[in-house]
């Protein structure tokens, strides 16, 4: 948009973002906002204001439905677990073990679908894929209603790994760095993930309560309401997408996405390779979190409600600090970010793994130990928030986007496959304190690695440059 055109617009309009432009912070949110307003009309008229406010209407209904949809997805695979975790167990009579190997059927089928469901997202439209794949995760919530066996919760996590990930994952990822712009993409992915975590801790809190009126009932018939919740939510979101998603969002890459030398191309690109290894560091980081409701009951001394209260509590401020990364992120670089996050995160788990509340739960050790668990989830959740704007800063081409993000995933989200088998060992083989220090040393070891990556992808990227 040309400058005399930005002026032209109203005085009230322009202003306050004249204040965000010496506020360097905050410049992604004056771009997006011209990025909306640069339309053909007449500048200053009442037309052209009109377009410029249906045009920015537009483009943040499309973000507020990849938000939902992105997050009402893994609501059923995740949710239910991680913020009702002891009662998950409970009802369904299965140990952190052996949850721990349902995840992993999970994670295997993710895996084997990441890579094929990027070279399908560069090729057809995301709202047909992404539409099919909410409706058929929401069908899997009927079965998980009727309380399997552990043999059945296999299946159907097996099952949910192909109807999240397969036709949903590259989609998702492709069409929001699409919505942004090119020096705008921590933002975009900021908004994205911080989105989805603003989504998640809203219908976990309608979740909570839900659990808290069914007390009286029995956790079976409480967790029975919270699956049926949940799946009707998702069943939502793929209405909300089919009717809000344009149908040719990425026509124009449909010929570039499908040639075999840009799937060559990006598979030889090393730096696709390093981010898919500081993917892994963060999302064990994540995985982590699954892990406090046992710790909040266990080392903490929390009841079941209580535990899943302040889980629930803690995911609001995912929202918070994926957005205000993604606003840092496009002030300075993704991976300078992420080296410090990494930093921060590494040293929060070494003191959990180090100050025993179980033995003296003092005001001011409670306090202490409270904090180091919000910088975690602080941390982790800005990771996640800007781990993919590392894309543009490697320079991945848009159309190899869907391809590139394959490859990133199938190598970052491995831990689905390992994580919850390994630490469910580590946490009942110790039961208790003991088992958490071994858990956030093994932690603080997978940020140390992270940050090792990161360093290593700052110094290639810094040689590309020059």
Known sequence: MRRAEYHSLDGLARRPFTFLADRHILMPIRRFYIGALAINDIPGSETATRTATKTATKRFVILASIIFAGEMIFSLPFHITRFFRP???????ISNTQLGDIFAAYGVVAMLSYFPGGIIADRFAPRKLMTFSLLATALGGLYLYSIPQASGLKLLFAYWGVTSILLFWGAMIKVTRQWGAADTQGLAFGLLDGGRGFVASLFASGAVLILSISVGAGSGAGLGNIILFYTLVTAIAALVIWFTLPANTD???????IKRTHIIETLKNTNVWIQGGIVIAAYCGYKALDNYGIYAVDVLGMSQLESAEFTTLASYSRPIAAIAAGLIVDRFSASSVIRILFTVLMAAFVLLAVFDPS?????????FVMANLIITFVAVYALRGVYFALLEESKVKLHSTGTAVGIISLL?????????????????????????????????AVALAGLVLSAFLVKRVSNIRT
């Open 87 to 93: 009662t998950f167990l409970e009802v369904f009579s």
């Open 251 to 257: 026509k124009p890459e449909l010929e570039a996405g």
């Open 359 to 367: 033995t003296n739960l003092s005001s001011e050790m409670a306090w």
């Open 412 to 444: 970052g989200f491995t831990p689905d496959i390992f994580f919850a088998p390994i630490t469910g060992r580590i946490l009942d083989a110790n039961p208790g304190f003991v088992g958490f220090q071994h858990y956030f040393l093994a932690l603080a």
